[in-house]
DNA sequence: TAGGCCATCTGGTCCT
DNA sequence: AGGACCAGATGGCCTA
């Protein structure tokens, strides 16, 4: 793509030189006033192609080469205005477009392992952490090992920044008491108590001694509430808090342990190769509850959950819902 | 002050 | 034709 903006110092030397630019600025300034935005130079870049485009029609007239391609129509007054029209309408939709999608990001960053309205993740940190948390669970289910230790927080930390690592880690030592006070009283967990009072600095070899999180911190953090319902019976409806509407979608697609993450030699996610979705899991139902799965380790909560559900059809489908639900705004 | 992050504007491309 | 999506450019804000 060529660069299609005109430089600030070229801009004041087509202003200086031009006279016709001006009349192009003041209406510049009346949409940046519709717009409530900033002028940008594309325009006036746009429109020192028209004026080339004279320039060049200017040119055949005195017998020079004439330039192949359509020729660039002159820029009218009321060619202006649609122009004008039509990008100010553009604008809006591109901002309401990447609103969307930083509002999709925000519910995102609500379901990680550390959300902290004061201290937000950054997108590409956030982004990084899904992975990781995906790729961690997985594994948590996979192995059916529990959701603790140094090895749950090295898949969480991998290729974070140091300063993110340390939020997670710092996280990751509060209790589920921690977090329930964080969900209901909004507090912030990470700047109250595990990093800034403590600074709390995460190392990814050698970490501080446990207890860090554990499966139930990592459930209980998540939306929507049916998570605390699972790792905490006694967490009936009226504990739901209301920071988000509970998740009512379809529970597609589903995710396969094994089949989602090609994986590289050091057994992280390799984010370069494609993954395919495999859809072998039925829809199941959450509402029922029919014993439990004995095939989660003794140091797992145990979960209410149908019969008919088997061990790695379970967990993760939910969290695969719950990214369905983020997603699916 | 440099660098990171972000919001916004913009033109190009693809799709309906 | 118009909208969605994308990537480049730009300037503002913040922090080390």
């Keep these: ?24 600025l003041s209406s510049q300034d009346e949409m940046k006033e519709e717009d409530g935005q900033q002028a940008s130079y594309g325009l006036l870049a746009g429109m020192n192609e028209d004026h080339d485009s004279i320039e060049e029609e200017e040119e055949e007239d005195g017998g020079k080469p004439k330039r192949r391609g359509p020729k660039k129509k002159k820029m009218t007054k009321a060619r202006l205005e649609r122009f004008r029209a ?36 950054s997108k590409i940190e956030t982004l990084r952490l899904a992975r990781n948390y995906i790729w961690a669970l997985s594994e948590v289910l996979e192995s059916g090992q529990t959701a603790e230790g140094k090895g749950f927080v090295d898949m969480l930390c ?18 589920p008491q921690s977090l329930f006070m964080e969900k209901h009283e909004e507090k912030n967990p990470v700047s109250d108590s595990a990093v800034s009072s403590h600074s709390f600095s995460y190392q990814s070899p050698g970490l501080p001694s446990p207890p860090y999180g554990n499966m139930e911190t990592h459930l209980v953090h998540l939306k929507p509430p049916t998570f605390k319902s699972l790792v ?98």
């Design 86 to 121: 039509r990008r100010v309408k553009a604008n809006a939709r591109e901002r309401t477009r990447m609103h969307g999608l930083n509002d999709a990001l925000d519910n995102l960053r609500r379901v990680m392992p550390c959300y902290s309205k004061t201290q937000k993740l």
């Design 1 to 24: 793509m060529t660069k299609p903006y005109a430089k600030p110092k070229e801009m004041a030397e087509l202003i200086s030189s031009q006279p016709w630019i001006d009349e192009a």
């Design 158 to 175: 991998k290729g974070l920044s140091q300063p993110t690592s340390n939020l997670v880690a710092g996280c990751l030592q509060l209790g």
């Design 232 to 329: 905490d019976p006694s967490f009936s409806n009226h504990h739901q808090d209301c920071t988000s509407p509970p998740y009512e979608g379809p529970l597609t697609p589903p995710l396969s342990i094994s089949g989602n993450f090609s994986l590289k030699q050091d057994g992280s996610p390799d984010l370069e190769k494609p993954y395919s979705f495999m859809t072998h899991y039925p829809p199941v139902s959450l509402g029922s509850s029919h014993g439990h799965n004995s095939h989660f380790s003794t140091t797992m909560p145990r979960y209410d959950i149908p019969v008919d559900m088997t061990y790695d059809s379970y967990p993760h489908h939910v969290v695969a819902a719950q990214l369905n639900a983020i997603f699916s705004e």
